[in-house]
């Protein structure tokens, strides 16, 4: 497992910007992939954004398409999930994870290690 630190989360009105990073520890980062979750309160944790081990794959939830970008530099063991045009619909906790495998795995069971959260607020 590897461990996981988030930061960049704030409070932003509706259409501004914000970066989150997650650093990672360990030497292998490049052999996991990545993926960015969130969670409102009352609802389930889910996929926001994934990024393969090789950075050459990547997936994005419907609701983010267009608006968000995945990214990693695996010199830094970090990931970084750029939010763009952020809407009130965004706030929610948001988790970095890691998945022991260097493709996007298809389940949120097979991220195995995660990391404390930070907290996005989007007011109107």
């Known amino acids: 497992q590897v461990q996981l630190v988030e930061s960049g989360g704030g409070l932003v009105q509706a259409g501004g910007s914000l970066r989150l990073s997650c650093a990672a520890s360990?030497?292998?980062?490049?052999?996991?992939?990545m993926g960015w979750f969130r969670q409102a309160p009352g609802k389930e944790r889910d996929i926001v954004a994934a990024i393969s081990g090789s950075n050459i794959m990547t997936y994005y939830a419907d609701s983010v398409k267009g608006r968000f970008t995945i990214s990693r530099d695996n010199a830094k063991n970090t990931v970084y999930l750029q939010m763009n045009n952020l809407k009130p619909e965004d706030t929610a906790v948001y988790y970095c994870?890691?998945?022991?495998?260097?493709?996007?795995?298809?389940?949120?069971?097979?991220?195995?290690?995660w990391g404390q959260g930070t907290q996005v607020t989007v007011s109107s």
């Open positions: 360990g030497r292998t980062f490049s052999s996991y992939a």
């Open positions: 994870a890691a998945a022991d495998k260097r493709v996007i795995p298809p389940r949120r069971t097979d991220f195995g290690s």
